[in-house]
Structure formats: C-alpha cells, structure tokens
C-alpha cells in the first residue's frame, strides 16, 4: 500500500514556475515508477510526465517537453514535479500516481493515487 500526499500547487503568472512535491508512505516506494497526471476542468485526465523506479528513466508529454522536469528522491520517499515557463493551459489539477508499470502514460496502470494540487496559470 502507498498513500502518496502532494503538494507545491497555487496561482502563477504565465512565465513563472512552481516545483511540485509528492510525499509517498510505505517501505516500497522505490520499487513503484511514479508518475503525475493532471487534469484540466471538462477534460479528461492526461499524463504529463513519469520516472522509473530509479530515476533512471523519464518520459514526458510533448506539451510540457523541455519546461518540466520530474526527478525523486527514493531516500526521502519523494517525486518532485519542477514545472518552468507555465502557460495558462497548464492550469489543471495535478495528480501523483504509483504504479509497477512500463504503461507509464497511460493512467488505469498506476495503482495509487494522491488527492491533487491545483495550478493556475494567469495570461
């Protein structure tokens, strides 16, 4: 079982930049790629970026390549989220999601999730 809680969401100018963190309990969370999801009002759910167990391996949606960047700290039992030059389409709520997937854009393969930290990105 992982409980995963975020934080870091709030309202930005377009340009700025927000860094969000997620804190992950249980003793396995090293073993879980670690993703986060975000979530725009009357959209569907869609990935913005994914980092394999051992931050070996990152993936990224096109719309956020080269402004965001995920790294974790299995240490800390942490993912973090540094989001740069924000756009107001990145306004959404954001989601941090755990799973033992190689699916790692694809949502119904993450087996935990945190409860999401709003964004909003003013023009």
């Known amino acids: 079982q992982v409980q995963l809680v975020e934080s870091g969401g709030g309202l930005m100018q377009a340009g700025g930049s927000l860094r969000l963190s997620c804190a992950a309990s249980?003793?396995?969370?090293?073993?879980?790629?670690m993703g986060w999801f975000r979530q725009a009002p009357g959209k569907e759910r869609e990935f913005v970026s994914a980092?394999?167990?051992?931050?070996?391996?990152?993936y990224y949606a096109d719309s956020v390549k080269g402004r965001f960047t995920i790294s974790r700290d299995n240490a800390k039992n942490m993912v973090y989220l540094q989001m740069n030059s924000l756009k107001p389409e990145d306004t959404a709520v954001y989601y941090c999601?755990?799973?033992?997937?190689?699916?790692?854009?694809?949502?119904?393969?993450?087996?935990?999730w945190g409860q999401g930290t709003q964004v909003t990105v003013s023009s």
């Open positions: 999601a755990a799973g033992r997937t190689l699916r790692y854009n694809q949502n119904q393969y993450y087996n935990y």
């Open positions: 980092i394999s167990w051992n931050g070996g391996t990152t």
């Open positions: 249980g003793r396995t969370f090293n073993t879980y790629t």
